[in-house]
């Protein structure tokens, strides 16, 4: 079992910066395929970064390629989402999810999940 725990969403102009963090509890967060999805008013949730168990493989959805980096520290279980040159599109609740397939952005194939934290950009 691995709980979750968002943090480091807010309010921000567009073209700022935030980074969010996902803090694991569980001492087998290394085992897990680590990733980030979004979820818009009225809109699925879709895939957004995803990284593998040792940190040197990741995987980005097209449109935040350039200006999102995901990265862990197993030592500290936590995952952690660079957002940089943000745009009044990225606002959405942001999740992070574990899962041990070797699927990468599948939503049904992540096992946990977190509650959630809001990104908000303005125009």
């Known amino acids: 079992q691995v709980q979750l725990v968002e943090s480091g969403g807010g309010l921000v102009q567009a073209g700022g910066s935030l980074r969010l963090s996902c803090a694991a509890s569980?001492?087998?967060?290394?085992?897990?395929?680590m990733g980030w999805f979004r979820q818009a008013p009225g809109k699925e949730r879709e895939f957004v970064a995803t990284?593998?168990?040792?940190?040197?493989?990741?995987y980005y959805e097209d449109s935040v390629k350039g200006r999102f980096t995901i990265s862990r520290d197993n030592a500290k279980n936590t995952v952690y989402l660079q957002m940089n040159s943000l745009k009044p599109e990225d606002t959405a609740v942001y999740y992070c999810?574990?899962?041990?397939?070797?699927?990468?952005?599948?939503?049904?194939?992540?096992?946990?999940w977190g509650q959630g934290t809001q990104v908000t950009v303005s125009s």
């Open positions: 569980g001492r087998t967060f290394s085992s897990y395929r």
């Open positions: 999810a574990a899962q041990r397939t070797l699927s990468r952005s599948i939503v049904s194939d992540y096992d946990y």
């Open positions: 990284i593998n168990w040792s940190g040197d493989k990741t």
